[in-house]
């Protein structure tokens, strides 16, 4: 269900997406193998542990075992709240083509919310590794008129098809739905370029 509560008046959705899921949680993935290793060790590790403790427990007397497991607990307890929190930030990033802007949202318990008129682009970047190429994928960079004005959607799926879009409404060229038994007509939106020999 798409989320048209952050959309003023007038403004039609014409795409919106996550993050791909695996690019984004590359770190919670690897987050996740470290929480196997630490489990399938944990038996091997507390043995160890027991075994040293006999061992010193003659010249010093330090709790090892309780201290080991207690530490062991406290690292699978962080590493998986972590994998929760990249999780719940995955969920709570969307990125929404409109037939005026394109807004950036995320945050978990602060939200944020960027956007850019279509008319004030100026320039895309379009970015995509080996392994984002494989899985289409890619990072998309917008450059405002602005100096230093710009907005990134990293890891948005089928960067091509996006940078498309966002090329087509700067151009005013894209057709848009119109509600059901209207006929579909041109996007109204043209660039500022557009708008000078216009006048």
Same mark, same amino acid.
């Given at each position: 269900?798409?989320?048209?509560?952050?959309?003023?008046?007038?403004?039609?959705?014409?795409?919106?997406?996550?993050?791909?899921?695996?690019?984004?949680?590359?770190?919670?993935?690897?987050?996740?193998?470290?929480?196997?290793?630490?489990?399938?060790?944990?038996?091997?590790?507390?043995?160890?542990?027991?075994?040293?403790?006999?061992?010193?427990?003659?010249?010093?007397?330090?709790?090892?075992?309780?201290?080991?497991?207690?530490?062991?607990?406290?690292?699978?307890?962080?590493?998986?709240?972590?994998?929760?929190?990249?999780?719940?930030?995955?969920?709570?990033?969307?990125?929404?083509?409109?037939?005026?802007?394109?807004?950036?949202?995320?945050?978990?318990?602060?939200?944020?919310?960027?956007?850019?008129?279509?008319?004030?682009?100026?320039? =895309?970047?379009?970015?995509?590794?080996?392994?984002?190429?494989? =899985?289409?994928?890619?990072?998309?960079?917008?450059?405002?008129?602005?100096?230093?004005?710009?907005?990134?959607?990293?890891?948005?799926?089928?960067?091509?098809?996006?940078?498309?879009?966002?090329?087509?409404?700067?151009?005013?060229?894209? =057709?848009?739905?119109?509600?059901?038994?209207?006929?579909?007509?041109?996007?109204? =939106?043209?660039?500022?370029?557009?708008?000078?020999?216009?006048?």
């Amino acid at each position: 269900m798409r989320n048209t509560k952050n959309v003023r008046s007038g403004e039609e959705i014409l795409f919106e997406t996550r993050p791909n899921f695996l690019m984004y949680l590359k770190s919670a993935i690897i987050k996740f193998i470290i929480l196997i290793v630490i489990i399938y060790l944990f038996s091997f590790v507390i043995s160890t542990a027991v075994s040293i403790q006999n061992f010193i427990i003659s010249y010093v007397q330090i709790p090892l075992v309780y201290s080991i497991t207690l530490i062991l607990l406290l690292l699978i307890l962080f590493v998986v709240l972590w994998i929760i929190w990249d999780v719940l930030s995955w969920k709570y990033t969307t990125y929404t083509l409109t037939n005026y802007r394109v807004i950036f949202q995320n945050g978990v318990i602060r939200k944020n919310k960027t956007y850019m008129h279509y008319d004030k682009i100026q320039d =895309i970047n379009v970015s995509q590794g080996i392994l984002e190429r494989l =899985i289409s994928s890619g990072d998309i960079a917008i450059f405002g008129g602005h100096e230093r004005t710009r907005l990134i959607l990293n890891d948005i799926p089928d960067p091509k098809k996006v940078e498309d879009m966002i090329n087509r409404m700067i151009e005013g060229d894209f =057709i848009v739905k119109k509600p059901a038994g209207s006929k579909r007509i041109k996007n109204s =939106i043209i660039s500022n370029h557009d708008k000078k020999f216009k006048r």
